[in-house]
Each structure stands twice: as structure tokens, then as C-alpha cells.
């Protein structure tokens, strides 16, 4: 990895981080990833720095059990750290997470028997379901961290009772991707609810589906996704002029 790349991962972050608070996915509570060049790290915003306001130079570098290794001044990681960290651990094949407060999530950990299903077509990757890890609680401690990479297992998308959810990608432009697509999915199947029963994807429907989203196809559609979003940011003043060639590139 080269240093531009490192820099780029760095205006990568601070872009999704703006953006899911722009989406109202990220509030004054909520965080994002990446892991680091090296592997055995990852970047991550400070606890207290605004998420409509972070910056690439201000993001703190840290190891996977916590320890900060490039100290910046008067900042310090979200007491939740032990997601990204253990995550990272337990999965080499990611390379971003977000812990979001979506309402939509949270409300499908709230209700007796309600499970998420696969409503709309960028939603059939979760035809099988989503898992809800059944501690409420802050998730503080290295072994929580651990308990909940075992719930996530090999997917990428698992929710926290009574507290939001966390998803995993193979990069920032994949991980925004799956946070918007996982949110619109979610507020379908409660919008879908108040209509009438429920008529999610068929078998055959998410077989067709699966068969016309090859590995190339997902990240021209992330990088297309992420132009989108990127450009509203601009044009809103969340996201600076200075870093939409870096972004856009």
C-alpha cells in the first residue's frame, strides 16, 4: 500500500461518515471503519468529533485491541471500539464496518417474531435473514466484540437488540452501499406491512437476482452509488469541493 492509498482511505472514511449522517444513519451516536494498509489496525473517527464534521487528519489510528498508535490531540476512540477491532479479527475478508442507530433496525429488534426479510431486489442478500445479537448493551469489552463477530459469522449484517446494527464490507464504497441498501430495505418491509401481508422475494426472484450480480457488477454498482451520494453531499456543502476528485476518481 502506498501512502496516496492511505490517504485516500483516510477521505474515503470521512466521506461515509458525513454521508450516513447526511442519510440520517449516523447521529450523535453511531461509527465507521477502515481497516488498516497494514491489516493489523484500523482508522476510525474520535468519540466526540460531530459526524457531519470529520476530517481525514483528525481520524485516529488504532491497533485491534485498541491501543492508539498515531495519539491525536484531545480525541479518543468510541467506547465501542471492540466491534471494529474484533470484526477485523475474526474476519480478514473485511475491510470496513459501521455500527449505525438506523430507527428502521432497531425497530425490528423491538417487535415479538419480527425478522427481516428480503423485500426489495438489492435486499436479496439478506433472504436468509439477519441475526440479532441478544445484548443490549454497549458492546465495550473485547469479549463482547468476540461475541458478536461469532453472531455475524460470515455475513455481513447482524442487529443489536434495542440499539441499531452493524455491517461489514470488503471496502468503504461497499460498506456504504450495503448501510443504504440495507436501511431501504428495512423501511419497505415496515412500509409494505401497513398495506397488507407481506410479499418478499421469492426463491425463484432471488435466484434471478444472484445470477445478474457478479462480483464486477457490485462494485460498478457501489462506485455508481457512491458518485450519487457524494455528488448531493457537494451540492448540500457536506462534503467539501477539495475531496471530490480524490472521491470521484
Request: with cysteine.
Amino acid at each position: 500500500m502506498t501512502e496516496m492509498t492511505a490517504a485516500i482511505d483516510r477521505i474515503q472514511l470521512a466521506a461515509c461518515v458525513r454521508l450516513l449522517h447526511m442519510e440520517g444513519l449516523l447521529t450523535y451516536n453511531g461509527h465507521v471503519s477502515v481497516r488498516a494498509p497494514d491489516a493489523n489496525g484500523f482508522l476510525i473517527h474520535s468519540l466526540l468529533d460531530s459526524r457531519a464534521e470529520v476530517v481525514p487528519e483528525l481520524l485516529l489510528l488504532a491497533d485491534l485491541d485498541g491501543r492508539i498508535l498515531e495519539p491525536v490531540a484531545r480525541r479518543r476512540l468510541p467506547s465501542e471500539f471492540p466491534i471494529h477491532g474484533e470484526i477485523y479479527r475474526a474476519r480478514p475478508d473485511v475491510k470496513a464496518v459501521a455500527h449505525i442507530h438506523s430507527e428502521s433496525a432497531i425497530a425490528f429488534t423491538l417487535a415479538k417474531g419480527a425478522r427481516i426479510q428480503a423485500m426489495r431486489c438489492d435486499g436479496a442478500r439478506w433472504a436468509g435473514g439477519v441475526p440479532i445479537h441478544g445484548d443490549p448493551s454497549r458492546i465495550q469489552s473485547s469479549e463482547q466484540g468476540r461475541a458478536l463477530a461469532e453472531t455475524i459469522g460470515d455475513g455481513d449484517a447482524v442487529l443489536l437488540r434495542a440499539h441499531g446494527a452493524v455491517l461489514a464490507a470488503a471496502g468503504v464504497l461497499e460498506l456504504f452501499m450495503t448501510c443504504i441498501h440495507f436501511e431501504e430495505n428495512a423501511r419497505a418491509q415496515i412500509l409494505a406491512s401497513r398495506l397488507g401481508e407481506l410479499a418478499p422475494l421469492t426463491n425463484e426472484e432471488i435466484a434471478t437476482l444472484e445470477a445478474s450480480w457478479p462480483e464486477s457488477f457490485r462494485k460498478h454498482y457501489a462506485a455508481k452509488i457512491w458518485c450519487y451520494y457524494v455528488t448531493k453531499g457537494v451540492s448540500a456543502g457536506l462534503i467539501p469541493e477539495a475531496w471530490s476528485e480524490k472521491l470521484l476518481s
